[in-house]
């Protein structure tokens, strides 16, 4: 029978934690056990190489810099959501390619997945910061390199199927365990290594997670460009029926759906060869779904190998040639049980929904805004490659911010940063909408580098957050619970992942449908029915369909009509920069914690 006991080894008069002791023996009812000091104990034989033990460095390991590296690709990975919008647009024109189709997915069912990764980001980090606390690092990573990549890979499955629910499942619910799982466990080894730059260190940790994006992008650009097939093309002028408020035509004496793509379509995709006209629904491939299982496969493999070479010190571990000041961060520290008990707890947390709400917002719709707003006014200059490049600017903001901010943090202090952040935050989410009429009246390139510089300040500030926070917990509860502390706070994460993207996407499609409205009713009911082939008392079903849009219509609009597409999002940049109020007052009210909620500290 298999008996396993836990024992303290000590070495050299010192006390390391406890290993678990596996031996075999006869079951005897009156068998004396083997004590773990006992001389007559056998030998300690660690049967898994997931062994809390083994997230340990040696006692003469001292480079703390190698750990930065299995830290900071841990986060790359699984920074990979915050460019999501690489594949929402793709997605939301699965079946029809050129534009959407009736059964495809809408833009915000296509970014759902998103949100759902980082909701349940916050609830798994929050519910396995003990258990990993027990495990180690080491164990916890490999787990979420498993949900993460499998996520990619049921998520694909979901695609290949046209199941949004089965992507839901795997990129959202798989996918969000796994980036709970392995978030925090790197930046408190790290943090432990650099005990005298602490903002430094989580910065160093979660940049990579900043980062993510520049990696993600750009390979899922190249993967889908090289398995994608064109869709069937039937001409520009064929006899088509409407049905149900689908388009149809007969194709080899069947009728097959179809979509009409115009040029304001066209400019929005990246392939070539495209001419505006009518395109079988389903003959065409995104290339998304083998994309998603490449990815998958890629970054199970990175992060498995970072679980293994990612280690905390070794207890008696120093930074040499430096003497740490005695802080109430560093002595002091509140219980992870008692966090839900404290004011700064709710008001910090508070801070991060609201930031936070902002910039994955700003980040989920990043590509389909760009192409939305500019590409009508500046089609030469917003074109799919500078949307896809637009992406890749606001991840340059969320990776820098991770990195500069929590520099600047550890010699401003985490207080008045965070006061940077969320009074800057509001100015600039409320100037937004200053900058895109600016644009569009005078049709200006200098506005629109603008309008950008500004969205990748919004998103440095969103980054910094996220680095510093880790750090400024310390500050406030102190860091021996960090990590378990921090997977609580995360809980605020998940608020956002919902409430961001959600408020941005919810706000811009009423504005869509007022503006449809407004539109439809300056049109001509007779240009109406011979373009769309209904009358304009289907509207409301033409527009479930996809068969009327915004820019549709503009082709039968009166002439000097102004297009309304590029102010669609001017009512949720002013309700983000109205949430972000919120943010500067509950900040204002954090104070020092109470001495009582600290542990006692043992006389030696």
Known sequence: MLHCSYGIARVAGTVSRP???????????????????????PPRRHLSVFGPEKSVAAPDFKNRWAMAVPAFVTHLCIGAPYAWSAMSGPLSK????????????????????????????????????????KVGQRASIAAAAACFGGGFLL????????????????????????????????????????????????????????????????????????????????????????????????????????????AADLAKLSYTGLQEGYYVVGSGDTGAAVTLATIGVGYTLAMMASAFALKRPHPSYKVEGVKLPTTAGSVNNVHTDNMFKLPQFYYLGAVLTCVASGGMGLIGVA?????????????????????????????????????????????LGRRPTFHLFTFGSIGIYAALPTIVNQVIEQQSVASLMLFCGMSVTAISIFGGVYSILPAYESDL??????????????????????????????????????????LTAKVDPTAFTEKFGSDIT???????????????????????????????????????????????LCHSMIRPVDAKWFEKVEAK
């Not at 290993?19 to 104990?41: I, K, M, Q, R, Y």
């Not at 959600?502 to 449809?516: G, H, P, Q, W, Y």
């Not at 079903?541 to 820019?551: D, F, G, I, M, N």
Request: proline content about 5%; hydrophobic content about 45%.
């Open 94 to 133: 699965d079946l029809g390619f050129v534009c959407s189709a009736a059964d495809d997915w809408s833009m915000t069912a296509a970014t759902f997945p998103m949100s759902i990764l980082f909701a349940f980001h916050g609830v798994s980090a929050a519910l396995a910061g003990k258990w990993q606390m």
């Open 367 to 411: 590509k389909p805004l760009m192409s939305e707003v500019f590409s009508g006014v500046l089609p030469a200059v917003v074109t799919a490659a500078f949307a896809s490049s637009f992406i890749l600017m606001l991840s340059c903001g969320n990776l820098g911010g991770r990195l500069g901010w929590a520099a600047l943090s550890d010699k």
């Open 538 to 584: 289907m509207l409301d079903q033409l527009v479930e369909t996809k068969t009327v849009t915004l820019a549709k219509l503009m082709e039968i609009a009166p002439s000097g009509t102004v297009d309304p597409t590029p102010f669609l999002y001017h009512s949720s940049f002013y309700s983000i920069a109205g949430v972000l109020g919120i943010a500067a």
């Open 155 to 262: 998520s694909a499955l979901g695609v290949l199927t046209h199941n949004i629910y089965l992507v839901y499942a795997g990129y959202g619910v798989l996918g969000g365990i796994g980036l709970g799982l392995s978030y925090t466990p790197p930046i408190q080894a790290l943090i432990e290594w650099f005990p005298d730059k602490k903002g430094l260190a989580s910065g160093l940790t979660i940049m990579g997670f900043g980062s993510g994006a520049l990696l993600f992008a750009p390979a899922a650009n190249a993967l889908m460009s090289k398995f994608s097939t064109l869709p069937t093309y039937l001409g520009s002028a064929i006899q088509t029926v409407t049905e149900s408020g689908r388009l149809f035509a007969e194709v080899g004496g069947n009728m097959v759906e179809v979509v009409y793509a115009n």
């Open 19 to 41: 290993l678990p002791l596996f031996h075999l023996s006869h079951h005897t009812h009156n068998a004396t056990p083997l004590l773990p000091d006992s001389p007559s104990s």
């Open 477 to 518: 509860f102190g860091t021996k619970y960090v990590g378990a502390n921090h997977g609580k706070m995360l809980l605020f994460s998940s608020t956002a992942a919902i409430l961001g993207p959600v408020t941005f996407l919810s706000l811009r499609d009423m504005s869509e449908k007022s503006a449809i409205t407004d």
